[in-house]
T-cell receptor, first 116, second 116 residues
């Protein structure tokens, strides 16, 4: 039973298109994240939501818009895709801040986005 | 600001040899430290973590790491490498910010190659 699942796993699209990636976690965690991994494997946090509230919004183009309909889901919508958006996008979750919150993350398998 | 430096983007060892992957951190407060492993085309999996207590931390697959405050280091070791250990390894530090939330800041990663 997958803990953090993302769809789609692969996404190939043309420049200028709009696309979405979905993420769901069944761990009962309150906090979810989007990370971007570039071609050099560097991981950078993009957004985080705690119980549907945006708590982290790093310097990301406003073409990227996260949405959390409930605490188990965090989606990422990207408008007007550019070549530089090609990357692997990872969803992750962590337990809520009221627990012993060390920041440990549980990752999904990643969604590889290729913009042509 | 908290950060993580991994020395050596590529490390190559022979099967059965000692594995040593280096990680140094900067943090103004006692850190929470993590090592994650990423196998090809997969998400990140927690190897081990240091939060408090014993400074020598044991993880999965025979890996361990030692937190050395005086050296601001958290190097990852394994006495005897297996072919299956070939992967990308990431060191991370947990950063606490306002509201009691944490986020993980990752190092650039070290690719471990294991030769027969």
């Amino acid at each position: 039973d997958t803990a953090v699942s993302q769809t789609p796993k692969y996404l190939v699209t043309q420049m200028g298109n709009d696309k979405s990636i979905k993420c769901e976690q069944n761990l009962g965690h309150d906090t979810m994240y989007w990370y971007k991994q570039d071609s050099k494997k560097f991981l950078k946090i993009m957004f985080s939501y705690n119980n549907k509230e945006l708590i982290i919004n790093e310097t990301v183009p406003n073409r990227f818009s996260p949405k959390s309909p409930d605490k188990a889901h965090l989606n990422l919508h990207i408008n007007s895709l550019e070549l530089g958006d090609s990357a692997v996008y990872f969803c992750a979750s962590s337990q809520d801040k009221t627990g012993v919150n060390t920041g440990e993350l549980f990752f999904g398998e990643g969604s590889r986005l290729t913009v042509l | 600001a908290q950060s993580v430096t991994q020395l050596g983007s590529h490390v190559s060892v022979s099967e059965g040899a000692l594995v040593l992957l280096r990680c140094n951190y900067s943090s103004s407060v006692p850190p929470y430290l993590f090592w994650y492993v990423q196998y090809p085309n997969q998400g990140l999996q927690l190897l081990l973590k240091y939060t408090t207590g014993a400074t020598l931390v044991k993880g999965i697959n025979g890996f361990e790491a030692e937190f050395k405050k005086s050296e601001t280091s958290f190097h990852l070791t394994k006495p005897s490498a297996h072919m299956s250990d070939a992967a990308e390894y990431f060191c991370a530090v947990s950063v606490r910010f306002s509201g009691g939330y944490n986020k993980l800041i990752f190092g650039a990663g070290t690719r471990l190659a294991v030769h027969p």
